[in-house]
């Protein structure tokens, strides 16, 4: 079966780093999607990754490993304004769209 | 600013009741989609929509029903609503962008509650 796994939760300090894991297993595979989430508003695109590395935007950086099943998403700098689920999607080889559950992250002063 | 708007926010309703949800969006886009959102699980595919008219059902279309008459707006129904449909429902559209990978734009959402 279709499967992504991402942590439940995860707690940061305000101006440190944290990196968001996510493993999926998928029929075939066409790229893996990052999105934000703050609670009770839509969710907005963060990255997209189809192709092995590690794809930086800003205070933002997204890496994938193909052969692994494995990505992570690496916050910088944190702002308490950056508390908010992350969703972790992969795209199958229907370009069908498989969610993870989401990490919940906490950022605390 | 582009959007993608769901009429109603929060709705309450009773066991058999037929619901209405409401999705437009502003961007031309041709594909529109209905997902549910239930704590500690992924977002589920309700039913998309490649063009007007069109409908394509997604992982958990029981009890569920689209329509799609214009380009802008895709609507969800619930023919008669029950308490497992309790949930945050969202709407996203998405036009394809690098190779088929669609970048999706989400409404925000609309909480039913089913008494």
């Known amino acids: 079966g279709q499967n992504i796994d991402q942590p439940t939760e995860m707690t940061a300090t305000e101006g440190a780093i944290v990196q968001i894991n996510c493993t999926y297993q998928t029929s075939g595979f066409n790229g893996l999607f990052w999105y934000q989430q703050h609670a009770g508003e839509a969710p907005t695109f963060l990255s997209y990754n189809v192709l092995d590395g590690l794809e930086e935007k800003g205070r933002f950086s997204s890496f994938l490993s193909r052969s692994k099943g494995y990505s992570y998403l690496l916050l910088k700098e944190l702002q308490m304004k950056d508390s908010a689920s992350y969703l972790c999607a992969a795209l199958d080889s229907n370009y069908q769209l498989i969610w993870g559950a989401g990490t919940k992250l906490i950022i605390k002063p | 600013d582009v959007k993608v708007t769901q009429s109603s926010r929060y709705l309450v309703k009773r066991t058999g009741e037929k619901v209405f949800l409401e999705c437009v969006q502003d961007?031309?886009?041709?594909?529109m989609f209905w997902y549910r959102q239930d704590p500690g699980l992924g977002l589920r595919l309700i039913y998309f929509?490649?063009?007007?008219?069109?409908?394509e059902k997604g992982d958990i279309p029981e009890g569920y029903s689209v329509s799609r008459e214009k380009k802008e707006r895709f609507s969800l129904i619930l023919e008669s609503a029950s308490t497992n449909q309790t949930s945050m429902y969202l709407c996203a559209s998405s036009s394809k962008d690098r190779a088929g990978a669609n970048v999706l734009t989400f409404g925000a959402g609309s909480r039913l509650t089913v008494l």
């Open positions: 929509s490649y063009d007007v008219k069109m409908k």
């Open positions: 961007m031309d886009h041709e594909n």
